[in-house]
């Protein structure tokens, strides 16, 4: 169980860096994990990319899929701080990952079980991992944006 939360804790600290790097960019981290080890990250850059795919999820998907030279993620966990949306749970079954762990539920588009259910049966889903973390990230965003 320790290894969920520090994978959880590496996806925190590129949501942060997500937060960092441009302050319009909702702060959304993400790890893959094969053979209980890290091969892939990503933060959320939609916006500083301008680009619609600029997901923390997508990113990293995109980055194991170079490293393994493979699309299909057999083996693989997935640890993001929020509940993906439908574009990126798609990604997730269609690379095969065979488990999710997500912080914050996404109850405007939770594509994992909340407002939709994409991933069932073909993904096991964990939620609410260090959710009061992952939600302090969103809820610092969302009070700063509304104060520019």
């Known amino acids: 169980m320790s290894d969920i939360w520090n994978f959880m804790d590496k996806a925190i600290e590129y ?3 997500s937060a960092a790097s441009n302050p319009f960019d909702v702060p959304v981290g993400c790890v893959i994990v094969k053979d209980n080890k890290i091969i892939s990250y990503g ?3 939609r916006e500083s990319n301008c680009k619609v795919t600029g997901h ?3 990113q990293a998907i995109e980055e194991a899929e170079k490293l393994l030279g ?5 083996g693989c966990k997935i640890f993001v701080t929020l509940e993906p949306c439908p574009m990126c749970a798609g990604a997730i ?3 095969q990952i065979e488990e999710l762990y997500f912080g914050a539920y996404n109850l405007s ?3 994992a079980g909340t407002v939709y259910n994409i991933l069932y049966p073909h993904v096991k889903v964990f939620g609410g991992i260090k ?7 969103l809820k610092d965003f969302f009070e700063k944006l509304r104060n520019k």
């Open 109 to 111: 588009d939770g594509a």
């Open 93 to 95: 079954r269609a690379a």
């Open 43 to 45: 933060y959320n850059s």
């Open 70 to 74: 493979s699309y299909k993620l057999q």
């Open 15 to 17: 949501a942060k860096i």
């Open 56 to 58: 923390a999820e997508i």
């Open 131 to 137: 959710k009061s973390d992952c939600q302090s990230l």
